[in-house]
T-cell receptor, first 114, second 114 residues
Framework: GQQLNQSPQSMFIQEGEDVSMNCTSSSIFNTWLWYKQEPGEGPVLLIALYKAGELTSNGRLTAQFGITRKDSFLNISASIPSDVGIYFCAGPKDSGAGSYQLTFGKGTKLSVIP | GAGVSQSPSNKVTEKGKDVELRCDPISGHTALYWYRQRLGQGLEFLIYFQGNSAPDKSGLPSDRFSAERTGESVSTLTIQRTQQEDSAVYLC????????????FGQGTRLTVV
C-alpha cells in the first residue's frame, strides 16, 4: 500500500516542550487518523478527523485536518515522559466496490528528555 | 471479542522452520490488515483482506509469506522456511472497511528466528 509522508522521522525534546508533527499525501483523504504506539504494544487510536479544517483535541493532543485534505497535523502540548512512542498517521483510500483500504505513514518517533 | 486478538504473543523458531501466526479480528469487521514492524521502525504493509474480495497481497516480501482469511473471521499469516531477517513484530488490525472507519490493532506477535 502507498504510504503517507510523515515528518519529522524522529525528534528529541525536553519535558514540558510542545511538539508538532505532520503528515502529507499527494492524494486527497476524507478521514485522517492519528495513532500512538508505545514500546511493546500495538498502535492505539488517539484522534480521528472527518472534515476538512476540523480541529480536534484529546487532552494535551490537538490534531487538524488540513483544508486541502492532503495533510494533517498533530500537536502535543507540555510534553511528559509518557508521551514517548511512535506516532502514526493513517487515511483510507478507496479500494473499489465501496470499500476503503487504510494507508499508514512510517511514523514519527518521539523521545522526551526528563 | 472486545478487541483484536493475536497469538502467540511471542514465538521463537529455528531458521528454516515454518511458522503460523493467528489474528482474531473484532467481530463484524470486514477488513483485516497484516503489518510487519522491525525494531524501532514503522509499519510495513503486508496484506489486506476486505470481505470476499481478492486480497491485496502487494506488500508480501517474498513467496515464503502467505496469508489466509476465512470469511470475515480469523486470519493466519504463514511464513515458510523462516530466515533471520523475518524477525520482527507482526501486527494485525481490523476495521469496518468503510470510508469513516477506524482501525484497531492487536498487541502483535513478536517473532524471533534463531
Amino acid at each position: 500500500g502507498q504510504q503517507l509522508n510523515q515528518s519529522p522521522q524522529s525528534m528529541f525534546i525536553q519535558e514540558g516542550e510542545d511538539v508538532s508533527m505532520n503528515c502529507t499525501s499527494s492524494s486527497i483523504f476524507n478521514t485522517w487518523l492519528w495513532y500512538k504506539q508505545e514500546p511493546g504494544e500495538g498502535p492505539v487510536l488517539l484522534i480521528a478527523l472527518y472534515k476538512a479544517g476540523e480541529l480536534t483535541s484529546n487532552g494535551r493532543l490537538t490534531a487538524q485536518f488540513g483544508i486541502t485534505r492532503k495533510d494533517s497535523f498533530l500537536n502535543i502540548s507540555a510534553s511528559i515522559p509518557s508521551d514517548v512512542g511512535i506516532y502514526f498517521c493513517a487515511g483510507p483510500k478507496d479500494s473499489g466496490a465501496g470499500s476503503y483500504q487504510l494507508t499508514f505513514g512510517k511514523g514519527t518517533k518521539l523521545s522526551v528528555i526528563p | 471479542g472486545a478487541g483484536v486478538s493475536q497469538s502467540p504473543s511471542n514465538k521463537v523458531t529455528e531458521k528454516g522452520k515454518d511458522v503460523e501466526l493467528r489474528c482474531d479480528p473484532i467481530s463484524g469487521h470486514t477488513a483485516l490488515y497484516w503489518y510487519r514492524q522491525r525494531l524501532g521502525q514503522g509499519l510495513e504493509f503486508l496484506i489486506y483482506f476486505q470481505g470476499n474480495s481478492a486480497p491485496d497481497k502487494s506488500g508480501l516480501p517474498s513467496d515464503r509469506f502467505s496469508a489466509e482469511r476465512t470469511g470475515e473471521s480469523v486470519s493466519t499469516l504463514t511464513i515458510q522456511r523462516t530466515q533471520q531477517e523475518d524477525s520482527a513484530v507482526y501486527l494485525c488490525a481490523s476495521t469496518w472497511g468503510r470510508a469513516n472507519t477506524e482501525a484497531f490493532f492487536g498487541q502483535g506477535t513478536r517473532l524471533t528466528v534463531v
